[in-house]
């Protein structure tokens, strides 16, 4: 089934397996900092909607989820490490919401909550191929220097 497809079907789980998967791989240093943030800023968003705390249909993040969801599957296939810094959105997470856990805590219980309910993931079975561009300058330079 498409990923579209799925969000069509069971908008607000699909979302939440999403989240689950960002918020297991949140602080991992195979992740570069931007996905970090994006990855924050939909843990809280996803959370807050299907929670009822704040209004922001999920039909307006499903875009956000598949991209941060395929660079997250891509970063983990194809490890760099980053030294872990943390943004805004990350530090949104650890603020204090009204049953007095961080917002990253609470949206980690409630998605451990319902987590039995929720539909697997798929990953994409393509294999990317990231072409050195500094070999044939290296080469040419070479050459160069032969001359």
């Excluded at 689950?20 to 992740?31: M, P």
């Amino acid at each position: 089934m498409s990923e579209i497809k799925k969000f069509d079907n069971q908008t607000g789980a699909t979302g939440l397996s999403y989240i689950k998967y960002f918020i297991e791989n949140l602080e991992s240093d195979k992740v570069n900092n931007n996905l970090r943030e994006e990855m924050a800023s939909l843990i809280k968003d996803t959370y807050e909607s299907e929670a009822k705390i704040s209004v922001i249909p999920m039909h307006t993040l499903v875009e956000r989820l598949i991209n941060a969801k395929n660079l997250l599957h891509y970063s983990l296939e194809n490890p760099t490490t980053t030294k872990v810094e943390h943004g805004a959105n990350y530090k949104k997470l650890q603020e204090i919401d009204e049953s007095g856990e961080t917002i990253f805590k609470s949206a980690k219980q409630f998605v451990d909550e319902l987590s039995d309910f929720l539909p697997a993931l798929e990953f994409s079975k393509a294999k990317y191929i990231i072409k050195d561009e500094k070999a044939p300058v290296e080469n040419k330079k070479a050459e160069d220097n032969k001359r």
